[in-house]
């Protein structure tokens, strides 16, 4: 009996081993995840509609986020201040007699890759080829949108006023343009990328212009750190009985951001993310999740509600392509492409208006402002993943097709996101539907607010009836409930 006991913890032992071997912690970094990591997870994607051939596309809209950049300023002083507190973790170590062997042989030498820099949140090298790589793939696949020369007015390019975006801009344009000017051995063109100043970017920046969506937020993230921190609590309980290190729970979110970094940007995954197993990594991204959850997305309406200026952009770039194309417009005087880049809380928002990650339940519960369920935490699986939903250079397309005039209707909408054919509720769970479909079931039910009462009204000064809806409405917003999603 004792002898099928310790076969049977052998086996659970090489199950669990085979397990962790398959497991790359390059796919559970949340919003941090690389583009080529991410692009092609299946997770929610569907075989794509077949676009009869006769339909032709004849516009296109992008959101992107910017490719993959450095830490910013605040978290490259934490990757600094980290430095010095694992060398103390060691010397403490080290004074306590503890066996060389027990201590991680990188941990009292590391020093933070960026040391010394003193800016950051750039785009990197690898978020460049992101961009450009991008850019290359979308005229590849809609070339008769990319086949007329250059216009500023045909081929829009905006960002927003922060730099990784407009640098994203750039990179995509390169690659999209590429072979198409006299510039240099790689006979690019110049082209133009237009920002609206961040204070007014109600399209792009939405999140910075929204008064009451940044009052909402500030009483929020204390709610949101109480969430997450029983699973700080029991990973560092957990990491530091494993090392006999006296880490602190500080310590442990700065050494998954430290795994995040390495992991995403360097390739390293062997140092500080080989401090988590591989079930405490999926219970990190969970927490990563969970915020993005909470404050950018399905957790709460404001947080994409405050989009519909984008939505609203979308469908109307789509209105005036038709009527070009209604009125028969010569090739060179309309748009073709409109194309956007910005952040992980641009994205977001925008995936959440078109419902993506949903099913069709839930898909009714946000076009009626509920609050859906937390995503449930790991082993349970989820469907909101900041992995897949925003990663570095994540992007939403939407195609219109004109199909032949004896079809009926006429025009018709193509959603792909991360360049994939994604199910979108409103489209009955597809990734194609007319316009009409798109228009009344996707897009309508978000127009119940203009932007600005939404965002900016205020909750001292709410004259107009029904003055006591509004004030419930607001004050759920800025303050929610403690229970389900809206803490």
């Not at 991008?134 to 216009?151: A, C, Q, T």
């Not at 399209?203 to 969430?227: G, H, I, M, T, W």
């Not at 140092?271 to 997305?297: M, N």
């Amino acid at each position: 009996m004792a002898t099928k006991t310790v076969w049977i913890i052998l086996l659970c032992l090489f199950v669990v081993s085979q397990a962790d071997q398959g497991f790359d912690v390059r796919h559970h970094l949340s919003t941090v995840t690389r583009y080529s990591v991410s692009k092609d997870v299946t997770q929610n994607l569907i075989e794509g509609s077949n676009v009869p051939s006769e339909c032709t596309p004849i516009h296109l809209n992008l959101v992107a986020r910017h490719g993959t950049r450095s830490p910013t300023k605040k978290r490259l002083r934490e990757l600094e201040n980290l430095s010095g507190r694992l060398k103390e973790l060691v010397r403490d170590a080290e004074a306590r007699k503890l066996p060389s062997d027990k201590i991680p042989g990188w941990l009292g030498q590391w020093k933070s890759p960026w040391e010394g820099k003193v800016k950051g949140g750039e785009l990197i090298r690898q978020g460049e080829e992101e961009l450009y790589q991008l850019g290359i793939r979308v005229r590849e696949r809609f070339p008769s949108l990319f086949e007329e020369d250059y216009h500023p007015d045909v081929y829009t390019i905006r960002a927003t006023q922060i730099p990784r975006a407009s640098a994203s801009a750039v990179a995509f344009g390169m690659g999209l343009f590429s072979e198409k000017g006299n510039l240099g051995p790689g006979r690019n063109r110049a082209f133009a990328v237009t920002s609206e100043n961040r204070a007014s970017d109600t399209k792009l920046r939405f999140f910075e212009c929204c008064q009451n969506y940044k009052s909402y937020r500030k009483a929020k993230e204390p709610a949101v750190d109480k969430l997450k921190e029983p699973v700080l609590n029991k990973i560092t309980a957990s990491v530091a009985k494993r090392y006999d290190l006296k880490f602190t729970k500080q310590d442990i979110s700065s050494l998954w951001f430290l795994c995040k970094q390495e992991a995403s940007l360097l390739n390293v995954t062997n140092q500080s993310c080989e401090l988590f197993t591989p079930s405490e990594v999926a219970l990190l991204e969970w927490t990563d999740d969970l915020e993005v959850f909470l404050l950018k997305g399905y957790g709460n309406s404001l947080n994409y509600k405050m989009g519909v200026p984008l939505l609203e952009d979308v469908l109307h770039s789509m209105e005036e392509a038709i009527k070009a194309r209604e009125e028969k417009l010569p090739p060179g005087s309309y748009e073709k492409a409109r194309l956007r880049f910005a952040h992980a809380e641009t994205i977001v928002p925008f995936s959440c208006l078109l419902g993506l990650f949903l099913d069709g339940s839930e898909f009714e519960k946000i076009q009626k402002e509920k609050p859906l369920e937390l995503p449930p935490q790991p082993p349970k699986t989820r469907d909101f993943r900041g992995s897949t939903m925003a990663p570095f250079g994540g992007n939403n397309i939407l195609v219109l097709y004109s199909c032949p005039a004896e079809s009926s209707p006429k025009y018709f909408v193509q959603v792909l996101h991360n360049e994939h054919p994604i199910a979108v509720p409103g489209c009955d769970g597809k990734d194609f539907c007319s316009l009409e479909d798109f228009k009344a079931k996707v897009v309508t039910p978000h127009l119940k607010h203009a932007f600005d009462n939404l965002c900016n009204a205020d909750l001292n000064d709410l004259k107009q009836k029904p003055a006591s809806s509004k004030l419930s409405m607001l004050s759920s917003w800025l303050f929610g409930s403690s229970h389900g999603s809206e803490l």
